[in-house]
């Protein structure tokens, strides 16, 4: 079975950091585009950073773009989003996916909490 598990969520003050992981099972990790979206209260669901497979190349939202940073290793099968810089709007559940084929798969989610 495939399996996305993230971690590392929790509570920041803003201007605070913290790093997210994402450890994946089931799957050939280094075949598959990764990446982050969020859910935060009362807003839609926003794709936040992602790594694409063939080439590397990583983007990001303009709302985090110098601020986090994506990482992946595939010798471990994890994928990391590092987070600087917090503000209170960086608040919300934090999913990490695994994306091949156009068959996507999806963690169960990490809260972050960004206080001012």
């Known amino acids: 079975d495939v399996r996305l598990v993230e971690s590392g969520g929790g509570l920041a003050q803003a201007g605070g950091s913290l790093t997210l992981s994402c450890v994946v099972s089931g799957i050939t990790f280094h075949d598959y585009a990764v990446g982050w979206f969020r859910q935060a209260p009362g807003k839609e669901h926003e794709g936040v950073s992602c790594?694409?497979?063939?080439?590397?190349?990583?983007h990001y939202a303009d709302s985090v773009k110098g601020r986090f940073t994506i990482s992946r290793d595939d010798a471990k099968n994890l994928l990391y989003l590092q987070m600087n810089s917090l503000k209170p709007e960086d608040t919300g559940v934090y999913y990490c996916?695994?994306?091949?084929?156009?068959?996507?798969?999806w963690g169960q989610g990490t809260q972050v909490t960004v206080s001012s």
């Open positions: 996916y695994a994306l091949f084929l156009g068959v996507e798969n």
């Open positions: 790594i694409v497979n063939e080439d590397g190349s990583t």
